[in-house]
């Protein structure tokens, strides 16, 4: 077995062995610790309940157009908490092993090792990997993006493009801030090779963009802009 594979088993036992333990003494319920966590249970509530990516109210339903609707669905097809806390486990291991995939083209020795007990270990890191929050499945996801591009730019395959793009569009849909992330592959590819980059930025902008489109259309339909 690989050292990656056996840095992912290693923390995956220990982050369900944590988890196991928070439920086992405070309760499933105390995942949801935060004001976002039940918010996040209302959206994906009514999304599965075929009342649109909406809030509830006193009156029905306000949609929303504040949140991304990936993680709420996670949430809402599982109340009771399981299946998200099965994913948000298994993400954490991932990261530590992207983390260390991309720490190896960087860092020497044992370094990226250590760089992947940090991400998988760090205290603060560490609570949020276990809340009901999307911010463990947007981490991981931007390590995938930038492990797929650094992958695009060593091999120069059109592939690693498609599926940079993809795993933006899965950033996207669990936080914005996908938006800020566009600019950078497109300037580096154009950077470094040119005239060559140009159908490589082209497919990338375009997928995400067309990606998009389906929310901002549905967010501009609601009257609530792009």
């Given at each position: 077995m690989t050292r990656g594979k056996k840095l992912f088993f290693s923390v995956l036992l220990v982050k369900a062995a944590l988890v196991l333990a928070v439920v086992g003494?405070?309760?499933?319920?105390?995942?949801?610790?935060?004001?976002?966590?039940?918010?996040?249970?209302?959206?994906?509530k009514n999304l599965v309940a075929g009342n649109?990516?909406?809030?509830?109210?006193?009156?029905?339903?306000?949609?929303a157009t504040d949140r991304m609707p990936l993680y709420p669905l996670l949430v809402g097809?599982?109340?009771?908490?399981?299946?998200?806390?099965?994913?948000?486990i298994i993400a954490a291991a991932l990261i530590s092993l992207f983390t260390y995939r991309i720490a190896q083209r960087f860092l020497p020795g044992k370094w990226p090792l250590a760089a992947a007990l940090i991400a998988a270990f760090e205290p603060l890191g560490a609570v949020m990997h276990m809340l009901i929050l999307p911010e463990t499945l947007l981490a991981l996801f931007i390590l995938i993006f930038v492990d797929a591009f650094l992958l695009c730019l060593e091999r120069g395959e059109v592939k690693f493009i498609f599926f940079s793009a993809i795993t933006l569009l899965a950033i996207l849909y669990t936080k914005p801030v996908a938006m800020y992330f566009l600019p950078f592959p497109v300037f580096i590819l154009l950077w470094r090779k040119r005239r060559e980059a140009i159908l490589p930025a082209l497919i990338l902008m375009g997928i995400f963009f067309g990606g998009a489109a389906p929310w901002?259309?549905?967010?501009?339909?609601?009257?609530?802009?792009?």
């Open positions: 003494v405070f309760g499933m319920e105390k995942l949801m610790w935060s004001a976002d966590a039940l918010e996040y249970a209302d959206l994906g649109g990516f909406s809030r509830t109210a006193e009156n029905g339903f306000i949609p097809l599982d109340p009771s908490l399981v299946l998200v806390s099965v994913v948000q901002m259309l549905r967010n501009k339909a609601i009257g609530e802009g792009l």
